[in-house]
């Protein structure tokens, strides 16, 4: 990646990247049948990647990525995306009407946009597994009711990322991807 990627353009095209190189993620997924999983792949100054596996009927809740843009690549399984409408904010629909529902099947890579509030689960039988890359890295996510009304705001405190950028680079360099680090 360039060294400010920050658009969702860019971090979609390097969640296709890192998706379709399963020998670098594939042995680091691990599936538990009763908890969702995240570790953080890779990072640099002004992006991250994480590898997300989603046990079935597992979500986060409705949130935002404070000032991060992103990209989700499903690689197994499905996800389905809840996203905010528009005129959400304004009340114009009751409850949960005021989410689209957008399915994330395996090979499909979906971009988040700054600001965009969503939530995203496992409603299949089976588990599913993802990458989601972020940009600049996450600093905050804001947690909403069902109303989409912010009822907290976490701080994010990443754990160190399992792969270098040495081996990041080398990923690229095998899928002769033009983006850069």
Known sequence: ???????????????????????????????????????????????????????????????DHGRSAGAVAVVAGSLVELVARPTARSGAR???????????????????????IHDVINVGRFPAT????????LETMTFYDDDLRPVRTERVFPEPPLLGLDEVRAILRRTGSRART
């Open 1 to 63: 990646m360039a060294s400010t990627p920050g658009t969702t353009t860019a971090l979609t095209a390097w969640a296709g990247v890192l998706a379709s190189c399963p020998a670098v993620w594939a042995p680091l997924a691990v599936h538990d049948p009763d908890h969702r999983v995240h570790v953080r792949l890779a990072a640099a100054d002004d992006w991250e990647a994480y590898l997300l596996t989603w046990p079935s009927g597992h979500g986060v809740e409705v949130h």
């Open 94 to 116: 009751p409850g949960t009407d005021r989410l689209v529902r957008h399915r994330i099947g395996a090979g499909t890579v979906r971009p988040v946009p700054p600001g965009r």
């Open 130 to 137: 993802s990458i989601h890359i972020y940009g600049p890295a």
